[in-house]
C-alpha cells in the first residue's frame, strides 16, 4: 500500500521560508515522478512542481518559479519543496503526490498525501 506523508508545514512570517517533506513507502520510490500541489481555501488544487524519478528534470507553475525549489532523495524515499520569500497568498494546504509522470494535472497522479498547511502572516 502506497503512502504518503507531509512534514515541515507551519506559520510563517512574510518573507520567510519553509521546507516541505513528503516521506513515501510502499513501491519503489525512484520509478515514480513527484509532485507538489496547493489548495487554498475556496480555490481548487493547483499544480505547483514536479520532478521525474531520477531527480533530473523538475517542472514549476510560472507562479513559483525562482522561488520554489522541488528536489528528492531516492537513497531516503523522500521529496521535498524548498518554498523561500514566502508570501501570504502562499498561504494553502500543500500535497504530495505519486504517479508515472511528471505532470501538471491533478489527476495524473494516483497517490496523495493528507496535506499539511502553510500559514503566511503578513
Known amino acids: 500500500q502506497v503512502r504518503l506523508v507531509e512534514s515541515g508545514g507551519g506559520l510563517v512570517q512574510a518573507g520567510g521560508s519553509l521546507r516541505l517533506s513528503c516521506a513515501a513507502s510502499g513501491r519503489t520510490f525512484s520509478s515514480y515522478a513527484m509532485g507538489w500541489f496547493r489548495q487554498a481555501p475556496g480555490k481548487e488544487r493547483e499544480f505547483v512542481a514536479t520532478?521525474?524519478?531520477?531527480?533530473?528534470?523538475?517542472y514549476y507553475a510560472d507562479s513559483v518559479k525562482g522561488r520554489f525549489t522541488i528536489s528528492r532523495d531516492n537513497a531516503k524515499n523522500a521529496a521535498f519543496l524548498q518554498i523561500n520569500s514566502l508570501e501570504p497568498e502562499n498561504t494553502a494546504l500543500y500535497y504530495c503526490a505519486q504517479g508515472i509522470s511528471c505532470s501538471a494535472v491533478v489527476r495524473s497522479y494516483d497517490y496523495w498525501g493528507q496535506g499539511i498547511q502553510v500559514t503566511v502572516s503578513s
Open positions: 520532478i521525474n524519478g531520477n531527480g533530473r528534470s523538475t
